[in-house]
């Protein structure tokens, strides 16, 4: 690398983390994850790095206790409350890097800042988030980063943010969710303390090919969809009558041959209005009317 470039990077690396490293958080008190802070005493994190509607938040120079204020389970994101008083939120850059974008990914752990350089690798990277939703869109980027970073800013060379770390992918590196207008838009809508809505079944799942063997083993006819392996009591999917053993194949007009289909079918719709679902229950083909409300 010439020395100018690395001098350089270097610099754009001590700028990064002077910048991004006060306002960036660690979560929990062992801690689970990273966070960032967004906007005037909200701390943005993974969903997943949460355990209660509180947890404990650390800054450069001090912890204190932050309440969950919204919560989007799908997309895995978090929005905490907690008091930024004397820290510059960080600022989303207009746009995602491309392929080969130098970027920085910084997290807090038990012993401070952690900061370390990587350049894109991929765009568009698909992944799976809590409860094996598939989430799109994400940025493969080459940057190292120990346990406990997801939820941790993604920054480009001039210290604006371009993504959340959110997906660990084998021994150190990440995928983060990428900077577009979508994601701003439900980071800001958690800002203001408002969880979207899902529509969520509540219940537990096999992919298409147990359910094929399972269907043979019993003598019945093979066919793909999602099979129910439980039904939490209370849930949307209980009001319904939907049981263990039941095969889903159909969504609204979505034909179900797999479990991405249901979440994509489940994701798509609107939690105000029911959706019916297509069912086997051994030989018999059933039709479900699901409420979520």
Do not use: C, K
Not at 2 to 20: N, T
Not at 136 to 148: C, K
Not at 208 to 226: I, K, T, Y
């Amino acid at each position: 690398m010439p020395e100018d470039l690395l001098s350089q990077l270097e610099e754009a690396a001590g700028r990064a983390a002077e910048r991004v490293g006060a306002a960036t958080v660690a979560i929990g008190r062992a801690p689970r994850g990273s966070g960032v802070v967004v906007a005037p005493d909200r701390v943005l994190t993974n969903s997943h790095n949460l355990r209660d509607r509180t947890t404990q938040v650390t800054f450069e120079d001090r912890s204190d206790q932050a309440a969950v204020l919204a919560v989007d389970a799908a997309s895995d994101l978090a929005v905490l409350e907690v008091s930024t008083e004397g820290i510059e939120p960080l600022s989303w850059a207009e746009a995602a890097p491309g392929v080969g974008a130098a970027v920085f990914a910084v997290a807090r752990g038990a012993r401070g800042t952690r900061l370390s350089v990587g350049f894109v690798a991929a765009t568009q990277r698909a992944f799976r988030g809590p409860g094996g939703r598939p989430i799109g869109g994400g940025l493969e980027h080459t940057a190292p980063m120990a346990r406990g970073s997801s939820g941790g800013p993604l920054v480009d060379t001039s210290g604006a943010l371009v993504g959340i770390n959110t997906h660990r992918l084998g021994e150190g590196f990440y995928v983060a969710q990428a900077v577009d207008p979508q994601l701003v838009e439900r980071v800001t809508g958690l800002a203001d303390g408002v969880s979207p809505r899902r529509a969520e079944l509540g219940i537990a799942v096999a992919p298409s090919e147990v359910a094929r063997r399972l269907r043979r083993s019993v003598g019945l006819e093979e066919h793909d969809g999602v099979l129910v392996r439980g039904v939490r009591e209370g849930s949307p999917a209980a009001g319904a009558d939907l049981r263990e053993g039941d095969l889903i194949v159909r969504a609204g007009e979505q034909e179900i041959t797999g479990i991405d289909q249901l979440h994509l079918a489940l994701g798509g719709h609107d939690p105000s209005s029911p959706l019916l679902l297509g069912i086997l229950r051994g030989a018999e083909s059933l039709e479900l009317r699901v409420e979520f409300s």
